[in-house]
């Protein structure tokens, strides 16, 4: 019970952050200034940081506090980071310039206008086919392979823009994200689904050994992993005791001579099956960094 009272909280508070700046920009632009300023303050974006700064600063729906503005502009500030081209594909970009000017801090201003000038996407170095990518919606870029961004430019194109939205909250918002979201990651990887289900099919019923079954899939599964922010957990388990060591390497030896079985016409029909609902079946894993 108290496990979904949490869920409950962090999606509304989630949710609040968003359409609480929206209903903030709204009362800004009608001239409800100080409604705007309350939306705001109980919003806990960095732009709507931002903006609380320029409302103490100006006197917008509120008395002028130089020291309130100033308190919020090092918000903003402590949040930039220097040494990461990532900063300069920012929505926020804009406002780091005026947060450094605001608080007088000239010498990183030029070093940001430096960083940015000299901004490449090393990644974008070697696979010219992913500036199809917004600058916004290049937070998880180097997490799919270049031949992805060739073959299927408009899916992925629609796959980043997800993982931007995700990406661009907090770490502890991102798992109810990535479920609330999962329908659309399907639909906007439609093609590249329907690409690896017709290959696979080919690959499995051409495929000898079960261990070649296996392989059909490797690519697919990798991709969808990247997809849902998916990675494997058991690599990283650490076995409790000697008796858990003896049945994993039991285990691995059954699993291997499972995998050197001719593969039969029944094995085949179930892997094809598993191969076409395997985007529903991904576990799914918050990844952070």
């Known amino acids: 019970m108290k496990f979904l009272l949490y869920i409950f909280l962090t999606i509304s508070i989630f949710a609040s952050s968003a359409e609480l700046d929206k209903t903030a920009y709204k009362a800004y632009k009608k001239g409800e200034y100080k409604k705007a300023f309350e939306f705001y303050k109980r919003s806990n974006t960095l732009k ?11 006197g917008i729906g509120v008395p002028k506090n130089h020291t309130k ?5 090092l918000k903003v500030y402590n949040s930039i980071n220097f040494n990461n081209y990532k900063t300069c594909e920012s929505k926020l970009l804009p406002y780091f310039y005026k947060t450094l000017k605001k608080l007088r801090k000239y010498d990183k201003y030029n070093e ?3 960083l940015c000038k000299a901004d490449i996407n090393p990644y974008l170095i070697n ?4 500036n199809i990518i917004p600058k ?3 937070k998880s870029i180097d997490r799919f392979s270049c031949r992805f ?3 299927f430019p408009y899916a992925m194109k629609k796959l980043l823009h997800i993982h931007s939205k995700i990406l661009s909250q907090d770490d502890s918002f991102q798992q109810i994200l990535i479920d609330k979201y999962k329908r659309d990651i399907i639909t906007s990887i439609k093609p590249v689904i329907n690409y690896y289900i017709k290959k696979g099919t080919r690959c499995i019923n051409s495929a000898y050994t079960n261990r070649d079954i296996e392989n059909c899939s490797k690519d697919y599964k990798i991709f969808l992993q990247n997809a849902f922010f998916s990675q494997t957990l058991s690599a990283n388990r650490q076995l409790a005791d000697k008796a858990s060591l003896q049945k994993a390497e039991q285990e ?5 001579q499972y995998l050197n079985q001719t593969a039969t016409a029944e094995t085949k029909a179930k892997a094809i099956k598993k191969l076409k609902e ?3 079946h991904v576990k799914r894993f918050i990844i952070v960094g």
């Not at 691995?252 to 291997?256: I, Q, S, V």
């Open 48 to 58: 709507s940081t931002y903006n609380l700064a320029q409302f103490y600063e100006n």
């Open 69 to 73: 503005a100033k308190r919020y502009f």
């Open 112 to 114: 940001l206008k430096n």
């Open 127 to 130: 696979c010219p086919s992913a």
């Open 136 to 138: 916004n919606d290049r």
């Open 149 to 151: 961004y060739k073959k």
């Open 252 to 256: 691995a030896k059954k699993n291997e």
């Open 278 to 280: 395997l985007h529903n």
